[in-house]
C-alpha cells in the first residue's frame, strides 16, 4: 500500500510539472506573438501614407485627400490582418498581408465599417486561420453606450469588425 501511496504521489507531481511546462510554452507562445503584433502595428503606423496610396479607392469626403487611419486592426491569422480607415465622413475595411516587413492589400471595402458575423466569419476562414485565436486594437470603442478613445492602439476583447458589437 505504501509503494501504491508513492506512484499517486509521482503521479500528480508529474501532472503538475507538465502543466507548468505547458503554461510557461503556451506563455512564451502568447509573448511572441504579442511582440509581432506590436511590430505590425508599428510599421502599418509608420508606412501608413505609402498603404492607404494603394487603396483602389479614394475619399470622398470634400476636402480630403489621404485616408486617415489605421483606426482598429484586427489579426486573423497567416499574417494577414484587417485594418479600418475612414476620410472623416466614409468608412473603409482593407485587408492585408504583412510579409517580410511589407504591406500587401488583398482585399478592400469601401463605405464599409464592419461586417455581419458570417460576413466576417467567411474573411477569417478565406483570409485568416479559423483555428488562431483573433486579436483586434482600436483607437476607441463603445462600452456600456459609453464611448472610450485611447491615445495609441489598444488590444480589446471586443470584435469590432461585427455588426453584432454595434447593435
Known amino acids: 500500500m505504501n509503494q501504491y501511496g508513492f506512484v499517486k ?13 505547458g503554461y510557461f510554452v503556451l506563455s512564451k507562445d502568447s509573448l511572441k506573438e504579442s511582440r509581432f503584433e506590436t511590430e505590425v502595428i508599428k510599421s502599418l ?3 501608413w501614407q505609402m498603404v492607404q496610396a494603394s487603396i ?37 475595411i482593407a485587408v492585408l498581408n504583412f510579409d517580410d516587413g511589407k504591406f500587401k492589400i ?8 464592419d461586417f455581419t458575423v458570417p460576413e466576417w466569419q467567411n474573411l477569417v476562414k478565406k483570409y485568416g486561420d479559423p483555428s488562431s485565436p483573433v486579436s483586434t486594437y482600436t ?10 478613445s485611447f491615445q495609441e492602439l489598444t488590444k480589446v476583447p471586443e470584435n469590432i469588425f461585427t455588426k453584432y458589437y454595434w447593435e
Open 106 to 113: 488583398l482585399e478592400t471595402f469601401k463605405n464599409q465599417g
Open 45 to 47: 503606423q509608420t508606412d
Open 9 to 21: 504521489i509521482a503521479l500528480i507531481l508529474a501532472l503538475v510539472l507538465v502543466g507548468i511546462g
Open 56 to 92: 483602389p479607392f479614394r475619399p470622398s469626403h470634400p476636402g480630403t485627400t489621404a485616408w486617415i487611419g489605421p483606426y482598429s486592426v484586427q489579426f486573423i491569422g497567416n499574417n494577414n490582418l484587417l485594418v479600418y480607415f475612414e476620410d472623416g465622413y466614409n468608412p473603409g
Open 139 to 148: 483607437s476607441g470603442i463603445v462600452r456600456n453606450k459609453e464611448i472610450i
